[in-house]
């Protein structure tokens, strides 16, 4: 064998510093491949344009998208703010990083996922930037825990002030309904009153009573929703109780120009609850159908109550042919403090506490929705 052939020749130092040096980067880019398959964070590197080049498994987990269908796509399509996103991709290759605890991006399926991300400038050998990296830390449910924090705070808040309320309302309420009940007296008594005036007095004194009543009862839910007392229970009837609630919202149907239409099973319905509270949820329940027929703006609105009944369960269904509840809304409807009402319109504490109140009876309530043609709330309460 010819040593000096260069086919034969044993390899020396130089040789194995040279297949040294390209094996380096192949070991590199395994290193990293290994990092962005098994790393739990969303990891993501792109170029000068911010169009992605890589992008860890969690990533595509987190996000629900696979590598094959971002590859090429700039990065700001997948966060909730691509501006605000561009202004940070900028401070991160101006001072070599940026940091925001919780940044929105944009799940596949449509919501939100918040992270807490980390970009830093990505450069070449020779110090140029070429890029950005970005670290990404799921921190959705913190998130979460932090504003269910907040709504207990403020549900505490209301426990804290909802007894003076009771009792700064109730004693002027307690006032109105002795003059109320005075004005009755003399109506009754005064002999110069025709037949008709006394008795338009006496059916005012009876809705102001009434109304009164409804106030007095309001601020007692509040107060047992935050307490969580126990309802009180005695025989209701629930076609008297849906024809009652009705009359007392005439006077605004008729002012919006709504149909209300009932379709209310024959006889008494009877089932063993509490009058008040299942008052108050209906009375919400329609109000906010007018509201929602009403903003509508158009013509014909209407409002259809009927009720349903089977061996162990009663359906109450109130339906309104208003504007429907948005998608993005439909998860959020019995979250405390949330409304879709303009400012001043609503508290947001409405469908909570009848969702409340109806769970406390034995019950449930659900609504169905269709954007642009309505929306039908089912009460569902245990038959006596």
Known sequence: ??????????????????????????????????????????????????????????????????????????????????????KLVTIAQKEGSAVRSEFPFQHRDGHTIYCALSLSSLTNTEGQIVGTVGICRDVTQWKNLQEDLIRVDRLAEIGRTASSIAHEINNPLAIIGEISGWIGTVAGDAKSLSQEDREEIERGVRFIEEQTRRCRTLTYQLLSFV?????????????????????????????????????????????????????????????NAIYAVNEKGEKGGRIDIETVRNESMIEIRISDNGPGISEENQERMFDLFFTTKPPGKGTGLGLPICRNIITKLGGSLSFETEAGKGTTFFIRLPVS
């Open 1 to 86: 064998m010819d040593l000096t052939d260069p086919l034969h020749r044993r390899p020396n130092n130089n040789d194995q510093e040279v297949s040294s040096c390209k094996q380096e980067p192949l070991h590199a880019t395994r290193y990293l491949q290994c990092i962005l398959k098994h790393s739990s964070d969303m990891i993501f590197a792109t170029d000068l344009d911010g169009i992605l080049i890589s992008f860890s498994s969690a990533g595509e987990k987190e996000l629900g998208y696979r590598w094959k269908d971002m590859a090429g796509r700039p990065v700001s399509d997948l966060t909730v703010d691509p501006t605000e996103f561009e």
């Open 227 to 287: 307490r969580d007392s126990a309802p009180s229970r005695a025989s209701v009837d629930i076609s008297r109780l849906l024809e009652e609630t009705v009359s007392f919202l005439i006077p605004d149907l008729k002012y919006k120009g709504i149909l209300v239409s009932t379709n209310l099973a024959e006889g008494p319905f009877l089932i063993d609850s509490d009058k008040q509270m299942l008052e108050q949820v209906l009375v919400n329940l329609m109000s």
